[in-house]
């Protein structure tokens, strides 16, 4: 509604000038708006920077490998911990990569999105990163989120990369014919959210170490092949050649989809308004076996056995009212059947270790539940973890990982009833 205020009073702004041409007529306009900042192209194009440890000051998706924790800062890049002691994680060094939201490794090689651009990274020596391939323009073009509080300007493709906002008062004058040439919905764009979790990641059938990431993750890794989810579509690298990725196979899903989870030989894949399932039997070919329909809400997925888990939230992008917990017996994937909902408060991304389910509340928290009895969850809370805002998990079959936003978060939980806090990364405000 304030955009449409906004709009009613910059008409009554509007003055209209006659010039000495007598049928053209001039707009004058002063709003405040969200304008771009840029990034020449060839910054952008320049690669990757190795620099010193950062502090984490707005962290986004996490991944972990080999007793390394990666954490992207919305953006920006990743940062890399060692976690040999998870009692005490070392702030190893940052890979600066502009708008990154998204990586999956598989040996050595470590993928990540760049704006419209992939990036293969060499983290053989991992205190030295290296770049050494880029496919340019593999994603669709995109912007990071902005004040939706106020218009967006027009964006010049041609001054370079968009890594940023910054609220301005603007005073423009245009005539009519130019605002028709305008008029094209610019103000109306919507930022993209690049919104692989299981230990069934570890294994990939190729003998390719992989590693973990969240359960809000857009990339995932199996057999010889990269998934990533980008608008409607998912889209396939084939990495048999893991330092040289070639573009494969893209294909049409849903225009809601973000997430990725694999159980087995089996993709699901979370979107606003349900759940699709995949069969990998040929991983370079994913065929649709089966989706099940839920309401409007943003909703990652995770499976165990023959359950899967599936968190709805209010109060995103996504739209919607529900904050519950769906649980689905997939038991036949072509027919998943509801079985139970529980209502959260705001839950995000979600775990389950051997029958014990990590659920991301939000602002409410980080809530454990055994959920051997998938019909009785609520009536077996192991522990709630209360004071932190909580986004996303990675449990390791004994330390269970959380980031929120006031950092990263360590739990050691070999004895469920004494879960202990081993270690925080904190956020640090600038």
Not at 407 to 427: A, M, R, W
Request: with cysteine; net charge negative; glycine share 6%.
């Amino acid at each position: 509604m304030k955009n449409f205020t906004v709009i009613l009073y910059l008409i009554a702004l509007s003055l209209v000038l006659f010039s000495s041409c007598e049928d053209e007529i001039i707009d004058r306009r002063i709003y405040t708006a969200n304008v771009p900042i840029y990034m020449s192209n060839a910054d952008f194009k320049a690669g990757l920077k190795i620099k010193e440890p950062q502090d984490l000051v707005n962290p986004g998706k996490i991944y972990f490998k080999d007793s390394y924790i990666f954490i992207n800062e919305m953006y920006k890049g990743i940062h890399v911990f060692d976690n040999s002691d998870p009692s005490d994680p070392q702030n190893i060094s940052f890979i600066e990569l502009p708008s990154n939201l998204d990586i999956a490794i598989a040996d050595n090689f470590l993928y990540a999105d760049s704006y419209t651009d992939l990036v293969v990274i060499d983290i053989s020596d991992i205190h030295n990163p290296i770049e050494i391939y880029r496919i340019d323009s593999a994603f669709p073009y995109s912007i990071p989120p902005y004040d939706t509080n106020y218009p967006l300007t027009d964006i010049d493709e041609s001054k370079g990369v968009v890594i940023g906002f910054e609220i301005q008062e603007i005073t423009e004058e245009i005539t009519v014919t130019e605002m028709e040439l305008r008029d094209r919905g610019i103000f109306f764009f919507d930022a993209l959210g690049f919104t692989e979790m299981s230990k069934s990641n570890i294994t990939n059938g190729s003998g390719t170490s992989i590693g973990i990431a969240g359960s809000m993750s857009k990339f995932m890794i199996y057999d010889h092949y990269l998934y990533t989810l980008f608008l409607s579509q998912m889209k396939l690298f084939d990495i048999s050649t893991l330092n040289q990725p070639l573009e494969s196979n893209d294909i049409s899903i849903a225009w809601d989809i973000e997430t990725l989870f694999r159980y087995e030989d089996k993709m699901f894949i979370g979107a606003q308004t349900g759940m699709y399932i995949y069969d990998l039997s040929s991983p370079g070919n994913p065929t649709y076996i089966s989706e099940f329909t839920h309401a409007q809400s943003c909703d990652p997925v995770v499976v165990e056995d023959d359950i899967a888990y599936v968190t709805l939230r209010s109060g995103t992008r996504c739209g919607g009212i529900l904050n519950q917990l769906d649980v689905l017996d997939v038991s036949d994937v072509t027919n998943p059947i509801h079985l139970k909902s529980y209502s959260f408060y705001n839950p995000h991304g979600l775990g389950i270790d051997n029958g014990t389910l990590f659920i991301c509340d939000g602002e409410s928290g980080l809530k454990i539940f055994d959920a051997q009895d998938p019909l009785s969850i609520s009536d077996n809370q192991i522990a709630h973890f209360e004071s932190i805002n909580s986004k996303d998990v990675i449990p390791l079959g004994d330390i269970l990982l959380m980031i929120g936003n006031e950092g990263l978060y360590q739990y050691d939980y070999t004895d469920l009833s004494n879960l202990k806090l081993l270690s925080i990364i904190p956020v640090t405000e600038q």
